[in-house]
């Protein structure tokens, strides 16, 4: 079964800075995605970045990017010029390829709670 | 669209009560999800279905039953409560299949509480 493990319950940066939230997987699985969900106090769930593992090219998505290191099974998200509203939990996550079948469901890690001190 | 939509926001219930939670969604998804949250944890994966008529378990079904008659709606049911299901839980949808990024949007939560 696949795990996901973020190892940095809390994690904290003032703002404007740059912080990186670690993420590690385990699977046996060669073709799977890879996401960063942010949820803020009012507990929804936001896709902040996606990443396919048949992709080498990092994912970006304006002041969030990732590095992604599929042998070691690697997986961290990196803040750019943090700001107040970046302050929430973070989950990483994992789903098998679409083309397996199944459930499709996502394996989410524990979290990581960002601060962001002005 | 309205996207995933969750009823109700909050809810307390005493030991041994039903509920059932609703959750519509109007993308015209054919995968949806409920998956609890508990404090300090990630979400986990209560029920699936991947289209009307379709559902399967997930990791922790124990205690609970779904239905999917349409495609819109996936009602997750509770028939006798237990403090242990007091959880924050998620519905989201997806759709399934080749194409799409396998993106998964959720609802806002449903929080309940077994007293």
């Known amino acids: 079964a696949q795990t996901v493990t973020q190892s940095q319950p809390e994690m904290s940066v003032q703002e404007a800075e740059t912080v990186t939230l670690s993420c590690t997987y385990d699977?046996?699985?060669?073709?799977?995605?890879l996401f960063w969900y942010k949820q803020p106090p009012s507990r929804q769930m936001i896709l902040v970045i996606r990443q396919e593992a048949y992709k080498q090219q990092n994912a970006t998505e304006n002041r969030f990017s990732v590095n992604f290191q599929k042998a070691a099974k690697s997986f961290s998200l990196k803040i750019s010029d943090s700001q107040l509203g970046d302050a929430a939990m973070y989950f990483c996550?994992?789903?098998?390829?679409?083309?397996?079948?199944?459930?499709?469901?996502?394996?989410f890690g524990k979290g990581t709670k960002l601060t962001v001190n002005p | 669209n309205a996207g995933v939509t969750q009823t109700p926001k909050f809810r307390i219930l005493k030991i041994g009560q039903s509920m059932t939670l609703q959750c519509t969604q109007d993308m015209n998804h054919n995968y949806m999800y409920w998956y609890r949250q508990d404090p300090g944890m990630g979400l986990k994966l209560i029920y699936y279905?991947?289209?009307?008529?379709?559902?399967d378990k997930g990791e922790v079904p124990n205690g609970y039953n779904v239905s999917r008659s349409t495609t819109e709606d996936f009602p997750l049911r509770l028939e006798l409560a237990a403090p242990s299901q007091t959880s924050v839980y998620f519905c989201a949808s997806k759709w399934g299949g080749t194409s799409g990024h396998n993106e998964q949007f959720f609802g806002p939560g449903t929080r309940l509480t077994v007293l």
């Open positions: 699977t046996s699985e060669s073709d799977y995605y």
């Open positions: 996550a994992y789903s098998h390829s679409m083309t397996q079948g199944g459930s499709e469901k996502l394996v």
């Open positions: 279905s991947v289209g009307a008529g379709i559902t």
